[in-house]
């Protein structure tokens, strides 16, 4: 068992490395407001950053408390574009089909799948208090019957292998080997079925990983891949890549933005915006088909 510093035991996966429990706690005692005010909005958590243009009039408001909330609606709605992004790639899906949420967070992927969709989708998490968190979200909303929140280790969820005819990871391949998670998408898929990820990667073309993307790595307790890595674990592992697009520059008004959210600022945001503009750290969607 491991406790927050709440006091709250939460438990482990079976077989977690030290390395996860690290993770595990980090996402257990996790309260950052750039996470949870932007999804006491409309109950949709986001755990990664946004795309497209930023309404930068929220910036104009003179009343601090209503430019915060104006601030706050805006971040949120560009997370969400991120989110449905990702959802639009994810193929033709039916209402049978089941889909896979891989490193899901408190699940905001999960339930706009479902509503795009209207599918059947597994979230997994290292985190125990997320995976609660985001169950008693989808209890709410009265989508518990679809959608469902696991305590697993995405390298080895332990759910059927064929059985999903989706699956993504949207800013979590950082935190795990990528032959062994294209392993179990591979494994996770039928065939022809789509696999997406959006992701922070380091630009090889410009040697070792930057210093920008190592501030970023500490910060985060992560380990950001070359750029080049993506596409030889994904041969590797029957995932042909359909569908490549840089997302860099639509990324960096959000971030922008943010730097400039007084009351959401983490102290990282001057850093991404240094790393993409000095183009040695991409964002980048992947859509592949497993073969």
């Given amino acids: 068992m491991a406790t927050s510093h709440t006091g709250t035991a939460y438990a482990k996966v079976p077989n977690q490395s030290t390395y996860q429990s ?12 750039v996470n949870l005010e932007l999804g006491k909005i409309d109950d949709l958590y986001h755990h990664h950053y946004g795309v497209g243009a930023a309404d930068l009039s929220v910036l104009d408001e003179p009343d601090d ?61 290292l985190s125990a208090k997320q995976a609660d968190f985001a169950n008693e979200q989808a209890r709410t909303r009265g989508i518990d019957g679809k959608v469902r929140y696991h305590h697993r280790n995405m390298l080895d969820t332990g759910f059927a292998s064929g059985a999903y005819a989706a699956s993504w990871n949207n800013e979590s391949t950082m935190y795990v080997e990528l032959d ?50 993506y596409f030889r674990a994904m041969a590797r592992n029957r995932l042909v890549p359909v569908h490549v697009q840089d997302l860099t520059a639509e990324t960096i008004p959000y971030w922008e933005l943010r730097r400039q959210a007084g009351h959401l600022v983490t102290g990282i945001e001057e850093t991404f915006l240094d790393a993409y503009r000095n183009g040695s750290f991409q964002y980048l969607l992947i859509a592949a088909d497993r073969v």
């Fill in 22 to 33: 690290r993770v595990a706690d980090y996402w257990n005692t996790e309260e950052n407001p």
């Fill in 65 to 125: 408390d209503k430019r915060a909330e104006r601030i706050t609606r805006e971040l949120h709605r560009l997370e969400h574009a991120q989110a449905e992004l990702l959802a639009s790639h994810l193929g033709e899906l039916s209402p049978d089909d089941r889909v896979f949420d891989a490193g899901c967070g408190r699940g905001g992927g999960s339930v706009v799948a479902h509503q795009r969709y209207g599918c059947h989708a597994d979230g997994v998490t």
């Fill in 180 to 229: 062994l998670l294209f392993a179990e998408h591979a494994r996770l898929l039928r065939r022809g079925g789509r696999y997406v990820v959006i992701t922070g990667c380091y630009n090889d073309t410009y040697g070792q990983a930057s210093r920008e993307v190592s501030l970023i790595n500490a910060h985060y307790i992560c380990d950001i891949h070359p750029r080049s890595e």
